[in-house]
Each structure stands twice: as structure tokens, then as C-alpha cells.
């Protein structure tokens, strides 16, 4: 089966750092994508990992660890508008299931003033 | 720009009765996905589907769901009865899978579903 874990919740201060981790067992791996999810809207995406490191978008970075499986979430400077949940998904890559995506639950991130 | 459109955005229906949601992906997508989400169970995929031919299902009950690409404009969802535990969230998302690799998929806005 396939399962992705990630806290429930995580709360910071504005302006401060937030990391959100994501460990992974799934049957194929094509890739992990960092999806935000503003209460009663749809995910956005955020970022897509498929090598090993670091990639850096402005605020948010994220990292993979295939080896490990393992990716985390950092977000920057945080600011009020961050607060949402935050989606840790594989892209699954097997023969009969390629390019599905397989969520976590979310991180509900609470940003506070 | 170019943006995944779901119809209704709402519906409210009782039940027993069918359910139809609709989803026009982003032109120049090949692969569509429906989604559901509830508080309890997070984002599941129903059923996607790439350059129209469905390719898996197996998330979705299918005894009572339906779902279907009638041309590379339009996906529906189909509930037939609805029942009060379908109530949720349905997104449906649309990517572009090229020469084997796979990009982000983008979300629609979502139709939210009451059945009492």
C-alpha cells in the first residue's frame, strides 16, 4: 500500500521559519509535489521535487531525500496569508498507475501574530 | 489565463437522487483526475484519465459513481443514487503528461455537495 505521513497541525509567529516534514513508503516514485490548501478553496501548487536537494522558490524551499524518503517543507518570513494546509503528494509511477498522485492528509499551518 | 472550470460550484440535493458535476480541464491537458475531499478521509482519487480513455477507477464505488470524458473539453462525475455519505468536496484537476513524464496538476475550484 502507500502511505504518506505529515503533522496535523504546526503553529509559528509571523515572520518566523516553519519546516514541514513528509516521510513516504509508496510502491513506485515518480516525484513529490507540495501542494497549499487555503480553507474552502482548491490546492495550489507549490513545488515538485524528482532529484535529490534543495529547490528554492522565494519563500518556500523544498528538499527530497529519494534514499530516505523524506521531504520537508520550509517556509520563510512567514506571513498571515500562509496559514492553510499544506498537501505532501507522490507521484506514483507504476504500470498502472502512472501519473496518479497520492496525497498526505495535509499540515494545517496556523500563522499568529 | 487558462483555468480548470467546475460546474455547479454548489449542489444540494436529497437522496436517492442523481448527481451530475462537471469539469472542463485546461485546453492542451491530456490527463484529467477527480478528486474527493472530507474532513475525515482527505483528498481521494476517484478517477483519472489520459487523452480521454480512463485509466483507473479504483477509487471510486462503482456501484453508484460514474464517470466520463464525452470529448477533451468535458469530464463528469456522475452519483446515481446520491447518498448523505457522499457529501463532500469534488475537485477535479487537469495535467499534461508528455513523453512519459508527468507535471503538476492544476485544481478546479470545486463543487461541494450536500445530500440530506
Known amino acids: 500500500g502507500q502511505n504518506i505521513d505529515q503533522p496535523t497541525e504546526m503553529t509559528a509567529t509571523e515572520g518566523a521559519i516553519v519546516q514541514i516534514n513528509c516521510t513516504y513508503q509508496?510502491?513506485?516514485?515518480?516525484?513529490l509535489f507540495w501542494y497549499q490548501q487555503h480553507a474552502g478553496e482548491a490546492p495550489t501548487f507549490l513545488s515538485y521535487n524528482v532529484l535529490d536537494g534543495l529547490e528554492e522558490k522565494g519563500r518556500f524551499s523544498s528538499f527530497l531525500s529519494r534514499s530516505k524518503g523524506y521531504s520537508y517543507l520550509l517556509l520563510k518570513e512567514l506571513q498571515m496569508k500562509d496559514s492553510a494546509s499544506y498537501l505532501c503528494?507522490?507521484?506514483?509511477?507504476?504500470?498502472?498507475?502512472?501519473?496518479?498522485?497520492?496525497f498526505g492528509a495535509g499540515t494545517q499551518v496556523v500563522v499568529t501574530p | 489565463d487558462a483555468r480548470v472550470t467546475q460546474t455547479p460550484r454548489h449542489k444540494v440535493t436529497e437522496m436517492g437522487q442523481e448527481v451530475t458535476m462537471r469539469c472542463q480541464p485546461i485546453?492542451?491537458?491530456?490527463?484529467v483526475f477527480w478528486y474527493r475531499q472530507t474532513m475525515m478521509q482527505g483528498l481521494e482519487l476517484l478517477a483519472y484519465f489520459r487523452n480521454r480513455a480512463p485509466l483507473d477507477d479504483s477509487g471510486m464505488p462503482k456501484d453508484r459513481f460514474s464517470a466520463e470524458m464525452p470529448d477533451a473539453t468535458l469530464a463528469t462525475l456522475k452519483i446515481q443514487p446520491s447518498e448523505p455519505r457522499d457529501s463532500a468536496v469534488y475537485f477535479c484537476?487537469?495535467?499534461?503528461?508528455?513523453?512519459?513524464?508527468?507535471?503538476?496538476?492544476?485544481f478546479g475550484p470545486g463543487t461541494r455537495l450536500t445530500v440530506t
Open positions: 485546453l492542451g491537458h491530456n490527463t
Open positions: 509508496t510502491s513506485g516514485f515518480n516525484g
Open positions: 484537476a487537469s495535467g499534461l503528461t508528455r513523453d512519459g513524464e508527468s507535471y503538476e496538476q492544476y
Open positions: 503528494a507522490v507521484l506514483l509511477r507504476t504500470t498502472d498507475s502512472w501519473g496518479k498522485l497520492q
